[in-house]
C-alpha cells in the first residue's frame, strides 16, 4: 500500500521558535493533503487543506498565519508552526489523497510529536 | 458530517471474544463514505474497514464487520475473535462527497483494550 513519511518523528523546540514539519507521500502523487492535530488522548482535528499549487484552505479558529504550509510539489507539504509557545505542544498528523486511481485513497503520515518548552 | 459521537471512551474484551463500538453521526448529505480507523501506540492511522452509503450490504472485513443503519445514522463495528493485536484507539470518521475537500470528520473515538 502506498506509504507517506513524516519528518521528524519528534522534535523538542524552546518557545518563541519555529518549526517545520514535512510529509512525504512515497510512491504516489498526492493532489491534496490535510493536516491534523492531536492532544493526548483526544481525537484529530483538522487544521487545513492544501492543493498541490495553491493556497492552503483553513478550518475555523486554525490561525494561518501561525501554521503555515506549503504543498509545491506533488509528493511534498509542509506544516511550519511559527512562534511556538507550549499551547501549541501536539500531535501533527497529514493525510495524502492522491488523483486518479488513487483518488478513492487516502493514507496517514505517523504523525510528528511537537513539544515546546 | 458535523458530529460524529462515540460514546464508549473505553472498552474492554477478552481475547477471542467479540466485541462492538457503536458510532452515530450527523450529515445532510444522501452518499458519502464510512470509516473505521485503528491508532495503536504508534500512532499510525490504520484504515480499518469502509462503507460507502449507498449500499445497503454491510462491509464486512475479516475479523471486522460493520452494521450500517443509514435512517437512523448508525455504524457500529464488530470485532470478531479479539486479538491482542486489536488492542488500540478507534475512530468512527464519516467523509462527505460534496465539494473536493473530501474530509473526514472523526469521532471521538473508543479505547478498545484486549486482555488475555
Known amino acids: 500500500g502506498a506509504v507517506v513519511s513524516q519528518h521528524p518523528s519528534w522534535v523538542i523546540c524552546k518557545s518563541g521558535t519555529s518549526v517545520k514539519i514535512e510529509c512525504r507521500s512515497l510512491d504516489f502523487q498526492a493532489t491534496t493533503m490535510f493536516w491534523y492535530r492531536q492532544f493526548p488522548k483526544q481525537s484529530l482535528m483538522l487544521m487545513a487543506t492544501s492543493n498541490e499549487g495553491s493556497k492552503a484552505t483553513y478550518e475555523q479558529g486554525v490561525e494561518k498565519d501561525k501554521f503555515l504550509i506549503n504543498h509545491a510539489s506533488l509528493t511534498l507539504s509542509t506544516l511550519t508552526v511559527t512562534s511556538a509557545h507550549p499551547e501549541d505542544s501536539s500531535v501533527y498528523i497529514c493525510?495524502?489523497?492522491?488523483?486518479?486511481?488513487?483518488?478513492?485513497?487516502?493514507?496517514f503520515g505517523p504523525g510528528t510529536r511537537l513539544t515546546v518548552t | 458530517a458535523q458530529t460524529v459521537t462515540q460514546s464508549q471512551p473505553e472498552m474492554s474484551v477478552q481475547e477471542a471474544e467479540t466485541v462492538t463500538l457503536s458510532c452515530t453521526y450527523d450529515?445532510?448529505?444522501?452518499?458519502?463514505?464510512l470509516f473505521w480507523y485503528k491508532q495503536p501506540p504508534s500512532r499510525q492511522m490504520i484504515l480499518v474497514i469502509r462503507q460507502e452509503a449507498y449500499k445497503q450490504q454491510n462491509a464486512t472485513e475479516n475479523r471486522f464487520s460493520v452494521n450500517f443503519q443509514k435512517a437512523a445514522k448508525s455504524f457500529s463495528l464488530k470485532i470478531s475473535d479479539s486479538q491482542l493485536g486489536d488492542t488500540a484507539m478507534y475512530f468512527c470518521?464519516?467523509?462527505?462527497?460534496?465539494?473536493?475537500?473530501?474530509?473526514?470528520?472523526f469521532g471521538t473515538g473508543t479505547r478498545l483494550q484486549v486482555t488475555l
Open positions: 493525510r495524502a489523497r492522491g488523483g486518479g486511481r488513487t483518488s478513492y485513497e487516502q493514507y
Open positions: 470518521a464519516p467523509r462527505e462527497l460534496t465539494g473536493t475537500a473530501s474530509k473526514l470528520t
Open positions: 450529515t445532510s448529505e444522501s452518499n458519502y463514505y
